[in-house]
Nanobody
Framework: VQLQASGGGLVQAGGSLRLSCAAS????????MGWFRQAPGKERELLAA????????YYADSVKGRFTMSRDNAKNTVYLQMNSLKPEDTAVFYC???????????????????WGQGTLVTVSS
């Protein structure tokens, strides 16, 4: 599986961006997908995840109410809608796939098997 993240850029505080992650491979629909971010000098952290069916999601406390993750299995794509962006959201954002179809949302990077290349989000104050 190959993942291609896009949609990052420069936005002012309070603005919005939508990230996309397109996946190759027919088994995408069976994967739990996650969005992580990594700021300079910090560990990579899970922001949001969605199980294969879209029936359950996870959000980190830092983004609850501001970010929404969704998936379109027909398009092999997941999205991260980010609203009310803050300067502290500035980071490289990565999409990732967990190939174990067990309806478990893993919250550490080690729980994911495939990674996109990252897209930079910069939020100016």
């Amino acid at each position: 599986v190959q993942l291609q993240a896009s949609g990052g850029g420069l936005v002012q505080a309070g603005g919005s961006l939508r990230l996309s992650c397109a996946a190759s491979g027919r088994t995408f629909t069976t994967y739990t997908m996650g969005w992580f971010r990594q700021a300079p000098g910090k560990e990579r952290e899970l922001l949001a995840a969605i199980i294969w069916s879209g029936g359950r999601t996870y959000y980190a406390d830092s983004v609850k109410g501001r970010f929404t993750m969704s998936r379109d299995n027909a398009k092999n794509t997941v999205y991260l809608q980010m609203n009310s962006l803050k300067p502290e959201d500035t980071a490289v954002f990565y999409c990732a796939a967990d190939r174990r179809r067990d309806n478990t949302i893993r919250i550490t990077p080690r729980g994911y098997d495939y990674w996109g290349q990252g897209t930079l989000v910069t939020v100016s104050s």
